[in-house]
């Protein structure tokens, strides 16, 4: 059994067939270079790489974990090695600006690489994800010298990068955070406090970590609007720009944790520690904000990577183990037993999986368009390219980690008690799954985020222009049997809104009560969409005799599985999001438990 | 924080409060001097030793895990010397026969001691309750001999026992097992093969290891007609009783798993073991559903320890945590921000755990008293019980299970990015939960015995008491408002199952493709009629003026939860369970993937 199979046949359909991306990036000046022959030609050599280095370290790379001594980390067997090949090979640049050694190629074309890297192995990208992190904000907000200082170092990926905001007592609430920037003399600050949560805080893999701090200035007002941020680099930096002597930051301790326990989650101490602003004073939690839609964007792929890891190793087993015979008559007569997967149930769970992997793998090739068309620069179409992924963005980010980690746990059940034995990597799936709905901003806060702050702030305009792409798709595809539904729950989303709406306008609580049952509702609906695009689009090569038959049929049928078994989940969240709060705010702190 | 906190006030409600308990005792000739005084004496006791011992080294003991080392396990630090003070207290004897040493108090105590013990340290329970499975096999099929020189051992605690019976290539299809049993010259068996999975296979807690292990005569028919069970003890017994020269069973390695840790789940070898016949040649798997329906039950108690335990942690923590302010209003005005239990989505997760856990304590306790009655003996009334326990004990062991996981992910969501982390102990309560979805049963056997087993098979008849009595309950308990609801729920189980009866008629694959909703919309409907009774009773106490209001209040106020926010689940499975098995079926084996 491999570690892992690149799907380049599903991400190619998704990307040509069903997204248009060529004709997508021709329409881009900027990247209107980028046809499908070089995409296909990046995407093979990248799947290579995951395929052949980063998989067979996953497993192991969780048993062993990182190592903290005395301040060092030193990361498992093969993690360091892997990261020079693919610094040597070009990746951290791909899709980075040409003014700073990057390639530019399409951000869409990075998300799809980053699901690769992601699935075969999440602990690992995440060095060099938190890099792009870094490198997106210092690229919207650094001076020309920090860029040419920093930018081109992690670009070409000498240097890696970290985001620093969490301290103990504040996640969510950063208005509370405590770390200081004082002013030095030359111009720079002396940065002083605890991060906890750091990502890639510290490790064996670069020369030197550039990171992104949060903290006050001495006369910064209270709350999230005196918080500014500041590039603090591990090493500094000489004249010529080389690796100098060590700043005042180092890592404290690691975390023991449920999962991705390759991945280093660093304590880290600003003693002192010598940083530059980067951005307007007090306007660090807005300049943040670059990053963190990145960074939401790249844990909803992990909800991807691990429906996708989940389905692989699942699917494999299911076609082998044999146990019982098929109830509707012996599927393998030759045998002293049927293979699982001719169970009904364990073909729900298998196309369960399949449907999460594949429709969010659909949704989010569709953000890659969004983000190519913002990041194109043309006025009118990237503000409401910007206004649209602002909208899916916390769909994307709680919807496909909250259905991921769901999938994982089937490809589990899959295994029946082998699914719980570490050498299977099933459990592993799960145990590194469980964080994507907690960091980067907890399933709870993007359901606020979409509901409350988005939708019904925009009194719904937010939504539009995705609803009316739905409606105008449901009316020229009228044909095809799954489109009543989805027009229906379209109508349904709609009114749910309104409603909901109504309800929060005499009651605050009344949001917070609905959002995530709203936002799954959505979820739900937006991925109905692209099951629906898919099976016209699947349907279509088959009539027209396209070839390629099993692979269209298997597509049309999985969105008719889609359509029974997975959308009807509506049906329930309609009812209790609009149940109201009373029966969750009734009870008193002191009642909860006796 | 304390680690553990029995919820006493909460189990003694729901025994004396919901189901009489001591009216039902009462009425039992075997258990009439059970009272009230005598079971919370008893139950203090036991919630003391399972705070104050157990629940301490739960954490440690994950951290820690199992040694093995040429064939002997090392159970963590405490675990031996908790197990000696178990012994001491004569906690393994409570339920079991005068006969052999036993206290004799009814089982539905037993079950109650059992949920204390398995919230604090699951991982531990699992030690003596294995016991207790053999003990059962034991006592209904062994002889006056074999009780004589094993059972008054088991009973005492000073032997524990084992049940082995999956192999590396079967573990739901026991009909491939190959283990075998050879006659020798003395009336015993020569035992050989290999068994896996085997929990308390192999430690060092008990003098003695007594395995019930499956294996086939010589002359056995093939499948499951063909399996017979002996007693294979880990050292040989002296014709004085008394442990003597080492028998050729031996364990050759533990599991590394996902979660309960410190118990050791031991590939066994029987290597010429000499084993002793129970029970009639070939009937062995007769035999063994006395087992497998203890452990079933067993097995369901843990999705409410981890319930609970996820619950109790979780409240902890929301309670204390200050993160951002109460949309409608600040709650906490002398703090920096209020605790996050006043933000309406931590509330529900909140909730949701508390609705699982106190309403699968009530589902478990009912079971209780139905074990009681059978092993009371009076025929009538015993048969009665045994059908409706047969029909429960699926969805006890699916259903409560898998609420048991989600709470226990509600618990560590509830946590943020803190969950994550081991410190708290709210992601080992996710890993070691994951196990109950899995043994003895998956949720899709679960499921089928449900639906296929016993349902269909009996034309709905197994199910006709239990609605009835939902029925009944309905009629005389109008006046409260959520009983419309639970009505129309009951009326459409027994409409759900005639359509998903006929369409297995017409394809046996319905019954697969429609079992796990079925069995979780009937799960949802059990829960809605004990939170209904809850409701009245606790209505009534209120109505009456009996004091203890808030408790009172706060029962009424999670009924009122679970029928706004859980039971509603129940409209899209009926949606998906009828949806037809063609959406499962169609998709060719070669065309999961591509």
Known sequence: MADYKAPLRDIQFTMYELLDYEQHWQALPKFEETGADIANAIMEENAKFCENVLAPINQSG?????????????????????????????????THSPDHGGQGLPPSLGLVLNEMVGTANWSWGMYPGLSH???????????????????????????????????????TDLGMLRTKAEPNA????????????????????????????????????????????????????????????????????????MGIKASATCVMNFDNAKGYLIGPPNRGLNCMFTFMNTARLGTALQGVAHAELGFQKSLDYARDRLQMRSLSGVKNPDGPADPIIVHPDVRRMLLTQKAFAEGGRMLMAYCGKLVDIISNGEEESAKEADAKLAFLTPICKAFLTEVGFESANHGVQCFGGHGFISEWGAEQNVRDCRISMLYEGTTGIQALDLLGRKVLMSQGEIMKPFTKEVHKFCQANAGNPLVATLAEANKQWGELTMKVGMAAMENPDEVGAASVDYL???????????WALAATK?????????????????????????????????????????????????????????
């Open 133 to 171: 992190g870094a490198m997106n904000t210092i690229e919207e907000h650094g001076t020309d010298e920090q860029k040419e200082v920093y930018l081109t170092k992690l670009v070409s990926g000498e240097w890696t990068g970290t985001m620093c905001l969490t301290e103990p007592h504040c996640g």
């Open 186 to 257: 030359d111009g720079s600050y002396a940065i002083s406090g605890t991060k906890i949560f750091i990502s890639a805080g510290e490790h064996d893999m670069a020369e030197n970590i550039v990171h992104i701090v949060l903290a006050r200035l001495p006369d910064a007002p209270a709350g999230t609007k005196g918080i500014s941020l500041f590039i603090v680099p591990k090493f500094n930096i000489a004249e010529d720009g080389s690796v100098a002597d060590r700043n005042g930051v180092s890592c404290g301790s690691i975390e023991h944790k």
């Open 520 to 530: 799954m509702f959505s979820g739900y609906v937006v991925l109905g969409y692209f």
């Open 62 to 94: 969780d048993a062993e974990g990182c190592q903290w001594n005395d301040g060092e980390v030193t990361t498992p067997k093969g993690f360091k090695e892997a990261y020079q090949q693919f610094v040597e090979a070009g990746w951290p640049s791909m």
């Open 538 to 594: 699947a349907q279509a090569a088959l009539d027209e005799g396209r070839g390629d038959a099993a692979f269209y049929t298997a597509k049309v049928q999985a969105a008719n599985f889609y359509f029974a078994r997975i959308l009807p989940r509506t049906e329930s969240l309609a009812t209790t999001m609009t149940s109201g709060a009373s029966s969750l705010m009734d009870m008193d702190v002191e009642s909860f438990a006796f």
